[in-house]
């Protein structure tokens, strides 16, 4: 069974930094392109990341750009998000989620549970 | 990177077709056959329902269903069911390894 469980979220205060983990199991992790989505509790949904299978392309949307950096270490089946920088409108539920098509199809067909990550003082 | 257009909400009555709309544009909706379309129910991580503009994952009912045409895709649920009711969003690959979500809709099931 496929399941992507995320962790490190938490309160952080603005300008702040955080690292978000997702472990994925029952699945052939390091054969699939992985993607952080969020979303504001209420709002709609937001792609913030990507990563290639073997961490060699990453693409980020504007607005986290040069603040978050996507990896993934395929040995512990994990992705991560280093998040700087953070500002109080980073403030939502991050899911990780699969893509699963290589070389990409730009859908997901697995998510996580999400992990909120809240900026604030 | 702007966010895809849909309608904030739509409606219907049991048994009834509904068609949800998203508008991108050329460099996005309309270049890619890469519209995908989710439901969304309260405290629940997003589910896929269509991928590629009409394909329907296993398990998926037949009563969703996807098109498109020019910068416009639509998901279609006939025969609506209370189970339905959920907040929809699309998906679209925006070019230059970018992904665009679609505002989302609520579906109300009356």
């Known amino acids: 069974e496929v399941q992507l469980v995320e962790s490190g979220g938490g309160l952080v205060q603005p300008g702040g930094s955080l690292r978000l983990s997702c472990a994925a199991s029952g699945f052939t992790f390091s054969t699939y392109w992985m993607h952080w989505v969020r979303q504001v509790p209420g709002k709609g949904l937001v792609w913030v990341s990507r990563i290639r299978s073997d961490g060699s392309y990453t693409s980020y949307a504007d607005s986290v750009k040069g603040r978050f950096t996507i990896s993934r270490d395929n040995a512990r089946n994990t992705l991560y998000l280093q998040m700087n920088s953070l500002r109080a409108e980073d403030t939502a539920l991050y899911y990780c989620?699969?893509?699963?098509?290589?070389?990409?199809?730009?859908?997901?067909?697995?998510w996580g549970q999400g992990a909120l990550v809240t900026v604030s003082s | 990177q702007s966010a895809l257009t849909q309608p904030a909400s739509v409606s219907g009555s049991p048994g009834q077709t509904i068609t949800i709309s998203c508008t991108g544009s050329?460099?996005?909706?309309?270049?890619?056959?890469?519209v995908s379309w989710y439901q969304q129910h309260p405290g629940k991580a997003p589910k896929l329902m269509i991928s590629?503009?009409?394909k329907r994952p296993s398990g998926v009912s037949n009563r969703f269903s996807g098109s498109k045409s020019d910068n416009t895709a639509s998901l279609t649920i006939s025969g609506l069911q209370a189970e339905d009711e959920a907040d929809y969003y699309c998906c679209s690959y925006g070019g230059g390894g970018t992904v665009l979500f679609g505002e989302g809709t609520k579906l109300t099931v009356l």
């Open positions: 050329s460099s996005d909706v309309g270049r890619y056959n890469l």
């Open positions: 590629q503009v009409s």
């Open positions: 989620a699969r893509e699963p098509c290589n070389p990409g199809c730009d859908f997901f067909d697995y």
